[in-house]
């Protein structure tokens, strides 16, 4: 089955450093991968997605991501980090053969110090 | 403009009472999806729709039943609520491939 896990639950970084969330799958097919983003109280929001082509995506706020079959992985990356970024991250799978439902890692939650 | 409304915001209900948590999207789109948040588990799939008065068994569906009678709305029902529902819940609709739009959730208390 398809699995994701994101091995740091928390994650704390100075305001200007760079940073990544880590996230590593598993599956059996073509993988569509995703970051998400959740800030307090509020919903999930779309930070960048990937189909199969380019292995290296952009998404908003500065923040990007690379796909790597070899390791199995979909890093999260931003060159600096912002106060504002802090909020909780979560990594998600779907796999066309699965009627593309997402499957969600269990998300790292970032820290910022000022 | 939130594009995905969840009602209500919160709720406190009773151990084997019937709870009706509610969902309605302006996006137009085709697929809805209702998502539980547990601390430690990330979100989990419950139940989702392709299509109005149509609906698919996701992940976790034991204890829920879900409603969509027309395209815009989509409800999630607890006809007995217990102690292990208590969470955060979300509803989503998509039109393309995954890409998610999220409600601001549901945080229910079962007591």
């Known amino acids: 089955a398809q699995s994701v896990t994101q091995p740091d639950a928390r994650v704390t970084v100075s305001e200007g450093a760079s940073l990544q969330l880590r996230c590593k799958y598993s599956?059996?097919?073509?993988?569509?991968l995703f970051w998400y983003v959740q800030y307090p109280r509020q919903g999930l929001q779309l930070l960048l997605k990937y189909y199969p082509g380019d292995p290296v995506v952009q998404g908003v706020n500065g923040f990007e991501a690379e796909f790597s079959k070899s390791n199995s992985s979909f890093h999260l990356r931003k060159a600096s980090v912002h106060w504002s970024d802090w909020a909780v991250y979560f990594c998600a799978v779907s796999l066309s053969n699965m009627g593309y439902k997402l499957t969600f890692g269990t998300g790292t939650s970032l820290l910022v110090d000022p | 403009e939130a594009a995905v409304t969840q009602s209500p915001r919160s709720k406190v209900a009773v151990t084997g009472g019937k709870v009706t948590l509610s969902c309605h999207q302006t996006n137009n789109h085709d697929y809805m999806y209702w998502y539980r948040q547990d601390t430690g588990h990330g979100l989990r799939l419950i139940h989702y729709s392709y299509v109005a008065d149509s609906t698919e068994k996701g992940d976790i569906p034991d204890g829920y039943k879900a409603s969509r009678p027309s395209q815009e709305n989509f409800s999630l029902i607890l006809e007995l609520a217990s102690l292990s529902q208590t969470a955060v819940y979300f509803c989503a609709s998509s039109e393309e491939k995954n890409t998610l739009y999220f409600g601001a959730g549901t945080r229910l208390s079962v007591l």
């Open positions: 599956y059996f097919g073509t993988p569509y």
